[in-house]
């Protein structure tokens, strides 16, 4: 849902039911709106909120993908990936502020067109993750971009066991950039349609709370700095530190080869030179994710089905070989991607 008000441009993600999920549809309205209120000298900012009370948005409509690659389409999901990631590149770039309230869940597809934004809101209600080891896929939408990013290996942690974190955690991983009370949402995006952005923020924003996972720095550092996944596992169980332990069973639930991929992805993410970069590395991945198992069963155990009992497929770590995971990585058809 499109509107315009004084200075700015409003987009009102409008799925409140699915917690705004992301269609092909409304990753094709945002797009046209970007690419009308880019070039139009009275819109000054554009502000991205999601409709309900629940979130911003939990992500892409996995549905629709599990449903696509039962049937055989996976050209489909293909397709509205690249059309997303264009997008996620493209809210980067955006020469104008982009302000996104990242207020309630904010999860997957939802992170891709917020967190790239050039002002991020968070509010006491924000949940923000990268959940998608847990249905056998890996981040994306420039997940691995923003989560090599952050303090010490606190990205590591965040993408293999798809964690939210809170508001305070977002702001110390540089997810977000500013905390706002919920109740003064309203009045900031009004103003937002008589003054600048900063001026906006300066007006509503308030102290942060603090970092929960600042105090747990020194065995996430210690156990992610591992080489592999079973060695991250042995660290954790090692370190004697309660929620390390927790941590490590959070793992062994999650897709074997989801774990493997995402971990490959995000060491090779830190030597690529852009978002756009990434995303291209991304885009492969997830493609080649369309042919594998666990995808499609892990949506299905956690969304179609919901007995929360993926049988994934292989169902253990060390099943995994460097070969499957070097799979993933591998180009498609047709010469580079780029997604500038």
């Known amino acids: 849902m499109l509107r315009r008000e004084g200075r700015a441009g409003y987009v009102v993600l409008n799925r409140p039911r699915a917690i705004n999920a992301l269609n092909h549809a409304m990753v094709r309205l945002l797009d046209r709106a970007l690419t009308e209120w880019e070039d139009d000298g009275s819109v000054q900012t554009v502000v991205l909120t999601g409709a ?7 992500g892409g409509d996995i549905r629709s993908i599990h449903d696509d690659v039962r049937a055989g389409r996976p050209a489909a999901p293909a397709a509205f990936w690249y059309d997303e990631y264009r997008l996620n590149a493209r809210v980067a770039r955006f020469p104008k502020p982009y302000v996104a309230v990242m207020d309630g869940i904010v ?28 249905i056998g896929f890996v981040p994306d939408v420039g997940g691995t971009y923003l989560l090599t990013r952050t303090p010490g290996e606190l990205g590591t942690h965040l993408a293999l066991t798809g964690s939210p974190v809170a508001a305070g ?15 003064r949402l309203a009045a900031f995006t009004a103003d937002l349609a008589d003054m600048p952005a900063a001026d906006a923020v300066r007006r ?45 069973e959070t793992l062994l639930a999650k897709s074997p080869t989801a774990l493997k991929v995402t ?65 993933f990585f591998r180009e498609a058809d047709g010469g580079p991607l780029r997604f500038g």
């Open 52 to 58: 309900g009370e629940r979130g911003l948005c939990a």
């Open 107 to 134: 999860m997957g597809g939802g992170v891709g067109v917020s967190a790239h934004g050039g002002v991020r809101v968070v509010t006491e209600r924000s949940r923000i993750a990268m959940p998608e080891t847990g």
């Open 169 to 183: 955690d977002a702001l110390f991983c540089g997810l977000a950039d500013h905390y706002m009370p919920s109740e």
């Open 204 to 248: 509503h924003e308030a102290p942060a709370p603090g970092a929960e996972l600042a105090a747990h720095r020194e065995w996430i550092d210690h156990c992610y700095a591992a080489d592999t996944v079973e060695e991250i596992v042995d660290r954790l169980y090692a370190c004697g530190d309660r929620h390390a332990k927790e941590t490590a």
């Open 263 to 327: 971990l490959a992805s995000l060491r090779r993410a830190r030597a690529l030179p852009d978002l756009e970069a990434v995303l291209t590395q991304e885009y492969r991945v997830s493609c080649a994710m369309l042919g594998a198992p666990d995808l499609p069963e892990g949506i299905r155990a956690q969304v179609v089905d919901k007995d929360r009992r993926p049988r994934w497929s292989p169902a253990e770590l060390a099943r995994v070989t460097d070969a499957d995971v070097a799979h």
